[in-house]
Each structure stands twice: as structure tokens, then as C-alpha cells.
């Protein structure tokens, strides 16, 4: 609930069952929050909340509320960021963050520990501009949708580029500006393909 910098968790009848954070906070106020940009959870349930803006940073916390980890700065280098778009976890426990102004994919482990990043400003392969969503494919390689670039690409975990798929443009197959993606138990790619209102399903070649 990003305006009001908190985290409400519900059950599967749309009852809420906890809260996490609720007042505006920065980077030396452990445990407040301001304007959350996405949460993930492990696989031991533990979740990940990414502020944007304000704070630029990741902290980790139990089911039971406790903070565990945190990660995170306003910057340029490894552990820092430039506005926080999403997270998404692996089959590993690793933990994938679109850094959308640094142009980049910083990858840490569970406990917030930088193991490498891939991505530079630009339009060629292996480039990126504002990548803003990420998701995982049935092989276990990522997609990165890129609002700046409109078009989605697709990487090795290692952040070796695998193809592209997109141009800016109005008509079916181009995007203009997409926000998000998602993938269905099929393996079909959702695009939130924002500034040309819709969204477009695609299958990508194997």
C-alpha cells in the first residue's frame, strides 16, 4: 500500500490478517517504511520490502514481523539503488531487483549480500532503459520488461542476453511504455503494455 508506506496481508476471503509499517519513514528509521515499491517472500516465508524514493532499500523480515536484514542506499554502485521498480525470487533463494534508473539487474542472496548485476544504460542487447518488471520462465531464465526501451528481453541468469521481443509503436507486437509482466502456468507472457491501454499475450519461442 504504497502511500501509506505499510504492507497489509490477507487471507484468501480478502480478510486482513496483519499489518507491516503504516508510517513514512527513512533509511535510519528501521522498521517504517515509505512508498513501498513491491514485497517477495522466500522460500522459508520470510518477506522483502522494497521502498523507492524515500529510502532505497530492502528489508527483510519474518512472518511474525521481526526484522531480520536490511540492504540498501540511494546511489549508483553495487548495493545501492535509483528507484526500486520489483523484485522476484529464483528456485534458489536468490533475489533479483530491477533497479530502474541505474538501467540495471542487481542480484543478491537471501540475507541482502551482492553477488553481481548485469545491465547498462542503452538499446542494443544486453542493454537496458528503466527496466521495471521481471519474471521467471519455466527454464528459469528472466525476462526484464523495459518501459524506456518498450520492448521485453531475455536473460540468462548469468545476465547473458537472450533475445528480444518489441518495438515502441501502437500496433499488435508493439509496445509503448510496458509497466509489468506475468507468466501463466503455460509459459505464456502477459504484457502490461501501458500507454497503448492493454495487454498483450505473447509465447515465446523455446
Not at 546511489?75 to 538501467?103: E, K, W
Not at 542487481?106 to 547498462?120: E, H, M, N, R, Y
Not at 521485453?152 to 518489441?166: A, C, E, M, S
Request: glycine fraction near 12%; charged fraction near 25%; aromatic fraction near 10%.
Amino acid at each position: 500500500d504504497s502511500h501509506y508506506h505499510r504492507v497489509l496481508v490477507y487471507d484468501r476471503q480478502g480478510n486482513i490478517l496483519r499489518t507491516y509499517g503504516g508510517d513514512e519513514g527513512t533509511a535510519p528509521l528501521v522498521g517504517r517504511f515509505g512508498y513501498i515499491a513491491d514485497v517477495e517472500s522466500d522460500s522459508k516465508g520470510n518477506l522483502y520490502i522494497a521502498e523507492s524514493q524515500n529510502a532505497e532499500r530492502i528489508t527483510k523480515i519474518s512472518p511474525e514481523g521481526e526484522i531480520l536484514a536490511e540492504c540498501g542506499s540511494l546511489g549508483a554502485q553495487p548495493s545501492q539503488f535509483q528507484r526500486i521498480r520489483s523484485m522476484l525470487f529464483d528456485s534458489t533463494d536468490r533475489l533479483y531487483v530491477a533497479d530502474a534508473c541505474n538501467h540495471r539487474i542487481q542480484v543478491f542472496d537471501a540475507d541482502g549480500k551482492f553477488l553481481s548485476q548485469f545491465g547498462q544504460p542503452g538499446s542494443a542487447e544486453g542493454e537496458m532503459m528503466y527496466p521495471y518488471d521481471i519474471a521467471l520462465a519455466k527454464d528459469g531464465s528472466l525476462f526484464v520488461c523495459e518501459y524506456g526501451n518498450s520492448r521485453i528481453q531475455r536473460f540468462k541468469t548469468t545476465g547473458q542476453p537472450l533475445g528480444i521481443w518489441g518495438r515502441p509503436g501502437r500496433e499488435v507486437g508493439e509496445l509503448w511504455n510496458p509497466w509489468a509482466i506475468g507468466i501463466d502456468p503455460a509459459g505464456r507472457l502477459y504484457v502490461v503494455d501501458s500507454n497503448n491501454h492493454r495487454i498483450q499475450r505473447i509465447r515465446w519461442p523455446e
